[in-house]
């Protein structure tokens, strides 16, 4: 699985073209690296078939460094950019909040080529010198520094989600094989994955094992043994697996797929109604009388609760709840009638209006709605007001050319004083309006807290986009005091947004359950640039279902009339 290589690569090739101020290229290389994130197969399959010129933005010439990458496993044209530039901008550029404009002024004033030259820069107050950084700016990278010295190595969910339906395939159709289910964090629907866990029946372990350490892909055999094997893939990625007994195959899934927190607690309660839990089955403690394992909803039957959901294994409330037997029913792919928030070639998008509204189409959505850029925020080509008026009229021809609802919108930025570029008047004259943050993401809680409500409580705004505008594994959250901001949206009528793009799954499920708590309502949105993108709504789903969210939560289960009725109101 070759996705993440060419993706990271393209990025890196990215930096070192704005690095050297070449025009254009950098956004035609990034946005081909967002668009193989983006793809549901193996880019290695695309290029087998001869479609890589299909991918958005791929042209001949990418096409060819594409190849290369999946052919031989690295770029001759990176690494000859590499030699070109005097400093390690792939360390560096993994600080949150520097970008390359910002190392190019360290590199320039400072002499700064190293991320050791930033923290020595930095220790001795020289950045805070230079025009545009500050004290603040000092702390910011201080801090950011630290992150990623110590943040653990963990891969998007989508990185991952290719090789896991890739291992299930091979495994599931041998015939050593009568089951294979993947557990551990990706059962639960996590945003990041550090290692995958996969548990079989079988009544040849010793040859499943055998099986399992030669799948492709695989370059490191971790341990081997007859019933547990360990392996890493070239990505860097781990992979477990355990054979089990038939008999055990519920309790040993049980026991996998829950973190820590949840186990211990359910252990805990097994053992105060007379029983021991362990990934071996359900016991009784006097007699170590076996009772239940073979399945996990004949546990949680025994220990007189609801089955509870994977997603919901994190041990925040879940087992009282299912004592109770009133979890909720959670929202399912099925009950998704259309998607919010998404950009054309009107901004930074790779498709057009009518092809992005086909392909919803295609997908049996109900409804669609654009968002472009609108506004200065160091995007490709945003809207302006005289281009917005054409915009909107090239949605109404879209409109008389497909068979659902296209809803007309923005993503317009908040300013760091909480206004918007766009008068309350033109705003309201569009179907959907989606504000969010995008520059200025150092303020400090109070400043950006008091940003983003003074926004949501002044403009009639119908979703918050990415609350906390993380990138994954690249850009920490804002800092909010969510309390305040959900508070705020509830109060104006402000849908908190679930951003399902695979980089940022923003907001989480932790806080998704915090909002619904609170009485939030939420819009699931795909933040799609191509049209592969749209597919990506699943992943929106599963942060639903972390945050414990029913059908009567999430706007785009309800139906056009009820969501017209709705906006109109706001």
């Known amino acids: 699985m070759k996705n993440k290589l060419v993706a990271d690569i393209l990025n890196r090739v990215a930096d070192i073209l704005e690095?050297?101020?070449?025009?254009?290229?950098?956004?035609?290389?990034?946005?081909?690296?967002?668009?193989?994130?983006?793809?549901?197969?193996?880019i290695a399959d695309v290029y087998n078939r001869g479609e890589l010129e299909n991918i958005p933005g791929v042209g001949k010439h990418i096409a060819e460094k594409v190849s290369e990458i999946i052919e031989k496993g690295k770029s001759g044209y990176y690494e000859k950019l590499k030699k070109e530039v005097p400093i390690d901008l792939e360390s560096l550029g993994e600080i949150p909040f520097l970008g390359i404009k910002k190392i190019q002024v360290l590199y320039q004033k400072l002499g700064v080529k190293t991320v050791a030259d930033l923290e020595k820069a930095l220790q001795d107050h020289k950045v805070r010198e230079l025009p545009g950084f500050g004290e603040k700016t000092e702390m910011v990278l201080l801090k950011g520094i630290e992150v990623i010295r110590t943040r653990p190595r963990r891969f998007l969910y989508a990185q991952v989600v290719l090789i896991v339906n890739d291992v299930l395939q091979r495994l599931g159709k041998s015939s050593l094989v009568?089951?294979?289910?993947?557990?551990?964090?990706?059962?639960?629907?996590?945003?990041?994955?550090?290692?995958?866990?996969?548990?079989?029946?079988?009544s040849s372990p010793s040859k499943v094992m055998d099986l399992f350490v030669t799948l492709p892909g695989v370059v490191e055999v971790l341990s081997k043994g007859t019933t547990k094997s360990s392996v890493r893939l070239e990505n860097g990625l781990s992979i477990d697996l355990r054979v089990v007994g038939e008999k055990e195959f519920g309790s040993a899934m049980n026991y996998f797929i829950g973190n820590k927190e949840h186990n211990v607690a359910l252990?805990?309660?097994?053992?105060?109604?007379?029983?021991?839990?362990?990934?071996?089955?359900?016991?009784t403690v006097k007699k170590k009388r076996w009772i239940a394992g073979r399945t996990e909803n004949e546990i949680y039957d025994k220990l007189g609760m609801n089955y509870i959901e994977p997603e919901l294994r994190e041990n925040r409330g879940e087992i009282a709840v299912a004592l109770k037997r009133t979890l909720p029913s959670l929202v399912a792919k099925k009950d998704i009638r259309g998607v919010f928030h998404n950009h054309?070639?009107?901004?930074?998008?790779?498709?057009?209006?009518?092809?992005?509204?086909?392909?919803?189409?295609?997908?049996?959505?109900?409804?669609?709605?654009?968002n472009d850029?609108?506004?200065?925020?160091?995007?490709?080509?945003?809207?302006?007001?005289?281009?917005l008026v054409n915009y909107l009229a090239e949605i109404e021809i879209v409109r008389k050319k497909v068979g659902i609802r296209v809803f007309s919108g923005v993503e317009?930025?908040?300013?760091?004083?909480?206004t918007l570029p766009l008068s309350?008047?033109?705003?309201?004259?569009?179907?959907?309006?989606?504000?969010?943050?995008?520059?200025?993401?150092s303020m400090s809680e109070n400043e950006m807290t008091k940003r983003v409500c003074t926004a949501m409580e002044n403009y009639p705004i119908h979703i918050l986009g990415h609350p906390m505008d993380r990138i994954l594994n690249v850009r920490e959250p804002l800092s909010l005091r969510l309390d305040d901001v959900f508070d705020t949206a509830r109060r104006?009528?402000?849908?908190?947004?679930?951003?399902?793009?695979?980089?940022?799954?923003?907001?989480?499920?932790?806080e998704i359950k915090s909002a619904r708590d609170k009485g939030c309502l939420f819009a699931l949105s795909t933040d799609a640039h191509d049209v592969r993108g749209l597919e990506a709504y699943s992943y929106g789903v599963l942060s639903a279902r972390r945050g414990w969210l029913e059908k009567k939560d999430v706007l785009n289960c309800w139906n056009l009339k009820k969501i017209e009725k709705r906006f109109w109101k706001s």
């Open 178 to 202: 009568k089951r294979v289910e993947v557990a551990g964090s990706f059962r639960r629907g996590k945003e990041t994955v550090g290692d995958l866990d996969f548990l079989v029946i079988s």
């Open 424 to 441: 309350r008047a033109k705003l309201r004259a569009l179907d959907v309006v989606v504000a969010s943050v995008h520059v200025g993401l």
């Open 344 to 370: 054309s070639t009107w901004s930074d998008g790779n498709d057009s209006l009518l092809a992005m509204a086909q392909k919803a189409e295609q997908m049996g959505f109900e409804f669609v709605s654009f």
């Open 19 to 42: 690095f050297q101020d070449v025009e254009f290229k950098p956004q035609a290389y990034r946005k081909v690296a967002l668009a193989v994130e983006s793809l549901t197969e193996d």
């Open 267 to 283: 252990r805990k309660f097994a053992l105060s109604k007379g029983y021991t839990l362990s990934e071996y089955g359900l016991f």
């Open 373 to 387: 850029h609108y506004g200065h925020i160091g995007i490709t080509n945003p809207l302006n007001e005289k281009r």
């Open 412 to 418: 317009i930025d908040i300013f760091k004083d909480g």
């Open 492 to 510: 104006n009528n402000v849908f908190l947004e679930i951003n399902a793009a695979p980089q940022r799954m923003d907001l989480s499920g932790m």
